[in-house]
C-alpha cells in the first residue's frame, strides 16, 4: 500500500468495505464447505416439534457426505460445531428384507403418531457405548441427554440381568464381577440383552433385526419425510433366539459405535418384533404412539418403556385391567401389566406429589423375578439392582440388605451402594408426617425405594446422599 493511500481516509475507508465485503464472501464459502461435509453452526435455542421437519431436513442434507469425528473435533470448536452422524451401513447382500414405504410410514405413525415426525439430532447421535472395561463403571451404559436416556437405561437393565444372573448361575454374586469385564464382555451382553428383549417382545416366536444398508429401497413420496436411514433399512427375521443373538454380536458395531444410529435402530428393530397388530392391541385409548414431544424433545411414554421390561406395550404400570365409565354408560378399558416379568419398575415424583396424583406402580412390576429394577426418579432414569438372585424369593432376606444404584450421570464415577433396613427401625421419627413432608427432608431416591419397602432405613454407606 502506498504513501498517498494511507494519507486519504477516503482511500482507507473503502478499502475497510471492500475487506468487510471480502470476508463475508469467504465466510458464505465456508459455510457451504461445512454443509458439504456434514459441519452445521450449532443454534442454542431450543428447538419446538414442529420445527423439526425443516432442521431435520438441513441436517441431513448435510450429513449426506462422509465426516471425521476427528476434524470436528481437532479443528473446530465443540461450542460452535457439531457433526451430523452419518450411519453405518452393512452389505445389502447380507439376505434381509429391504423395508418399504409402507412399513416405514407404519414405524413413523406408531413412534410419532405423524409421518412427517422424524427424529431429532440428540436422537441420531444415541448408540449404545458402555464406560472403560475393567473400571468401576464397566458393565455400564453412558447415557445420552434427551428420550434416548430413557431408552438406554431400559436396556442397562437387561445388561445388568444378563451379567448377574444368566452367564452366572451362582444365587449371590460381587459387585466386582461387573467390573472386571472385558470390551468382548461388553459386547456380548449388549448383543444378549437386545436379543431377549427382542425375542420376549416376538413372545417367543420370531426376533427382526433392523440395520442400515448402502441401498435405497423407496423414494421420496408427499406424505413421508425422508431421513436419509430408514429408507435404507433391511429387516432380518430370526426364529431361534440364539441366532438372533449370535446375529446382533457379529454386527453389535451397528448398536454401538458412533454414527450408529443404534438407539433408533433398536427401536425399529423393537416394533418390527412386537408387530404392528399386536402393538395395536396392548395399547389403549390413552396411548396412540410411543413418543411425546416435550420441551422441543420426543420423550419415552410408559407403553415404549414396558415394551422392553416386560414384552408388551402396555400403557399404565398398575396390575391387570381397569374399566372406566364414560358417557353413554360406554366402558373403556385401561391395560396396565399382567403378569411378572424378569426386571421391574419404580416411580417416584416431587411434583407429582405436590399434586397429589402419584403414579401408583403395581405389584407386578414392583416385586419381579428377579432385583433388578428401572427407576423413573423426578424425570430421570436410573437403575437399582441387588446381586442377591433370591433377595425377592425369601421376605426374611429383606429385612437388611444391599441394593446398588447408577443413574448415568457423567459426575458420578461409581456405582453407590445402599443399605436397606427394613426391620429394626423406622425411617421416620413422627410417622404422622406426611408423604410430601417427607419428600422434603428426604432424597427422591429413598422415597423411590420406600414405594416398595415402606418405612425402610437407607445407610448410603459413606456417599454424601443426593436429592
Given at each position: 500500500m502506498d504513501k498517498e493511500t494511507l494519507d486519504d481516509p477516503q482511500s482507507l475507508k473503502h478499502m475497510e468495505l471492500e475487506e468487510i465485503t471480502s470476508k463475508i464472501s469467504d465466510l458464505d464459502k465456508w459455510r457451504k464447505i461445512f454443509s458439504f461435509h456434514g459441519l452445521e453452526i450449532s443454534?442454542?435455542?431450543?428447538?419446538?416439534?414442529?420445527?423439526?421437519?425443516?432442521?431435520?431436513?438441513?441436517?441431513?442434507?448435510?450429513?449426506?457426505?462422509?465426516?471425521t469425528t476427528a476434524l470436528t473435533h481437532s479443528r473446530f470448536p465443540s461450542n460452535i460445531l457439531y457433526s451430523i452422524p452419518k450411519a453405518l451401513i452393512v452389505s445389502s447382500n447380507l439376505g434381509g428384507q429391504p423395508i418399504t414405504l409402507e412399513m416405514a410410514a407404519a414405524l413413523r405413525r406408531m413412534l410419532f403418531g405423524s409421518t412427517f415426525q422424524v427424529f431429532s439430532y440428540d436422537w441420531k447421535r444415541s448408540y449404545f457405548r458402555f464406560h472403560d472395561p475393567h473400571t468401576d463403571l464397566a458393565y455400564a451404559l453412558v447415557t445420552d441427554k434427551g428420550g434416548a436416556a430413557a431408552v438406554q437405561m431400559a436396556v442397562q437393565v437387561n445388561i445388568i440381568k444378563y451379567l448377574l444372573f444368566v452367564r452366572n448361575q451362582e444365587e449371590n454374586v460381587q459387585l466386582q464381577s461387573l467390573c472386571e469385564i472385558s470390551q468382548k464382555d461388553q459386547e456380548k451382553a449388549l448383543s444378549a440383552a437386545l436379543a431377549d428383549i427382542l425375542w420376549t417382545a416376538g413372545e417367543y416366536q420370531k426376533a427382526t433385526v433392523c440395520l442400515v444398508t448402502s441401498d435405497t429401497?423407496?423414494?421420496?413420496?408427499?406424505?413421508?419425510?425422508?431421513?436419509?436411514?430408514?429408507?435404507?433399512?433391511?429387516?432380518?427375521?430370526?426364529?431361534?433366539?440364539?441366532t438372533t443373538q449370535q446375529f446382533l454380536y457379529d454386527h453389535i458395531h451397528c448398536m454401538k459405535w458412533e454414527g450408529s444410529h443404534g438407539v433408533i435402530l433398536f427401536l425399529y428393530s423393537l416394533l418390527f418384533s412386537r408387530t404392528f397388530e399386536r402393538l395395536q392391541k396392548d395399547l389403549d385409548f390413552t396411548t396412540t404412539h410411543l413418543l411425546q414431544c416435550r420441551l422441543g424433545n420426543f420423550i419415552c411414554r410408559q407403553a415404549l418403556l414396558n415394551i422392553i421390561l416386560t414384552g408388551r406395550a402396555s400403557p399404565h404400570v398398575f396390575n391387570g385391567s381397569q374399566r372406566l365409565d364414560s358417557e353413554g354408560n360406554m366402558q373403556k378399558v385401561l391395560h396396565g401389566v399382567s403378569s411378572r416379568s424378569d426386571v421391574g419398575y419404580l416411580h417416584w415424583s416431587k411434583e407429582e406429589v405436590e399434586h397429589y396424583r402419584l403414579l401408583q406402580v403395581g405389584s407386578m412390576l414392583k416385586t419381579p423375578k428377579l432385583p433388578i429394577w428401572l427407576c423413573n426418579i423426578n424425570g430421570s432414569y436410573s437403575v437399582l439392582f441387588s446381586t442377591n438372585r433370591l433377595l425377592l424369593s425369601d421376605w426374611k432376606m429383606e429385612h437388611l440388605f444391599d441394593l446398588y444404584f447408577y443413574n448415568g450421570h457423567p459426575s458420578k464415577k461409581r456405582t453407590v451402594h445402599l443399605t436397606i433396613d427394613t426391620h429394626s427401625h423406622h425411617w421416620e421419627g413422627n410417622h404422622c408426617d406426611e408423604v410430601s413432608d417427607a419428600d422434603k427432608r428426604f432424597p427422591s431416591v429413598e422415597m423411590a425405594i420406600r414405594t416398595k419397602w415402606e418405612g425402610a432405613a437407607i445407610n448410603w454407606n459413606g456417599t454424601v446422599p443426593f436429592f
Open positions: 443454534h442454542p435455542t431450543p428447538q419446538k416439534c414442529q420445527d423439526h421437519k425443516l432442521d431435520d431436513e438441513k441436517e441431513d442434507a448435510a450429513g449426506a457426505s462422509q465426516t429401497y423407496f423414494t421420496p413420496s408427499k406424505d413421508f419425510e425422508l431421513d436419509h436411514f430408514t429408507e435404507s433399512v433391511q429387516l432380518f427375521d430370526f426364529f431361534e433366539k440364539d
